[in-house]
Antibody, heavy 122, light 111 residues
Framework: EVQLVESGGGLVKPGGSLRLSCAASGFTFRSYSINWVRQAPGKGLEWVSLISSSNRYIYYADSVKGRFTISRDIAKNSVYLQMNGLTGEDTAVYYC???????????????WGQGALVTVSS | QSVLTQPPSVSGAPGQRVTISCTGS?????????VHWYQQIPGTAPKLLIY???SRPSGVPDRFSGSKSDTSASLAITGLQAEDEADYYC???????????FGGGTRLTVL
């Protein structure tokens, strides 16, 4: 069974940093692209970042470019999102999402984690 | 302001048919990128409902269907049921932004 489990969320002050982790299991981790998607309270879904299966392609939304860094550890079957320079606009539930098609990117997200809440407040 | 435009809300009575539109542009849907649809029950993670414009994952009832034309796409739900009450999001890829884009979401109310 495919599972994605996010961790690392919490309360952080404006300007602070946080690192989210996404632990994957139940599939060949290295073969699939992983996305981070966030949802602010009461708002819609916003794509944040993508790391392709080969780590060759890494993309960010303009809203986080230069502040967030996505990475992957094949040995630990994990993807990370390092978030720096956090503001209130970054308050959201962050979902780790596996794409449907292996060795590709930009396909549908067929498995989602339960989400990790990040709250930026003084 | 979302890159893909959806109506904020739609409603229908049990048994009826509703459609949800998703309008994009020449840099996403119109560029030939596939459209995907997700269903989200409040308080839970989104679930893939339709992928690649009109394909259903295993377990999704055939009451749900998708279509795509030019710079827009649609999700149709027939035989509305109370359990269909949820938020629905469309998604595609945008070549100008080099990333995925979502619609703003549509709240479906079953009357």
């Amino acid at each position: 069974e495919v599972q994605l489990v996010e961790s690392g969320g919490g309360l952080v002050k404006p300007g602070g940093s946080l690192r989210l982790s996404c632990a994957a299991s139940g599939f060949t981790f290295r073969s699939y692209s992983i996305n981070w998607v966030r949802q602010a309270p009461g708002k819609g879904l916003e794509w944040v970042s993508l790391i392709s299966s080969s780590n060759r392609y890494i993309y960010y939304a303009d809203s986080v470019k230069g502040r967030f860094t996505i990475s992957r550890d094949i040995a630990k079957n994990s993807v990370y999102l390092q978030m720096n320079g956090l503001t209130g606009e970054d308050t959201a539930v962050y979902y780790c999402v596996r794409e449907r098609i292996p060795w590709n990117y930009g396909s549908a997200g067929d498995h989602w984690g339960q989400g990790a809440l990040v709250t930026v407040s003084s | 302001q979302s890159v893909l435009t959806q109506p904020p809300s739609v409603s229908g009575a049990p048994g009826q048919r509703v459609t949800i539109s998703c309008t994009g542009s020449s840099s996403n849907i119109g560029a030939g990128y596939d459209v995907h649809w997700y269903q989200q029950i409040p308080g839970t993670a989104p679930k893939l409902l339709i992928y690649d414009n009109n394909s259903r994952p295993s377990g999704v009832p055939d009451r749900f269907s998708g279509s795509k034309s030019d710079t827009s796409a649609s999700l149709a739900i027939t035989g509305l049921q109370a359990e269909d009450e949820a938020d629905y999001y469309c998604q595609s890829f945008d070549r100008s932004l080099s990333g995925s884009v979502f619609g703003g979401g549509t709240r479906l109310t079953v009357l």
